[in-house]
């Protein structure tokens, strides 16, 4: 059984900081994708931020040059530093990764999430 575990959530004020972290654990094969979504209160699940295994990255327009995504191959864990945080990106956060697991089978599997909160 695989899972992904999310940390790093919190409430800051507009302008600031956050980083978000999410491990990935079980019978892991290998890890193509990994990519972070969120889910704004009354709005649909959005594609934040993807990183491929080789490292190739892909923003939403809304975050290009305040978020970064990043992940450890060895460790098997996802980042999403982001900065100069906005209003609007209050949302819960969820870690997605694309695993292959002991049996041989790809799925996509999700963390349970993480608030961001952003206010003043």
């Known amino acids: 059984q695989v899972q992904l575990v999310e940390s790093g959530g919190g409430l800051v004020q507009p302008g600031g900081s956050l980083r978000l972290s999410c491990a990935a654990s079980g019978r892991i094969v290998s890890i193509n994708t990994m990519a972070w979504y969120r889910q704004a209160p009354g709005k649909e699940r959005e594609l934040v931020a993807a990183?491929?295994?080789?490292?190739?990255?892909n923003y939403v327009d809304s975050v290009k040059g305040r978020f970064t995504i990043s992940r450890d191959n060895a460790k098997n864990t996802v980042d999403l530093q982001m900065n100069m945080l906005r209003l609007e990106d209050t949302a819960v956060y969820y870690c997605n990764a694309d695993i292959r697991d002991s049996s041989g089978s790809n799925f996509r599997y999700w963390g349970k999430g993480t608030l961001v909160t952003i206010s003043s």
């Open positions: 990183i491929t295994s080789g490292g190739r990255t």
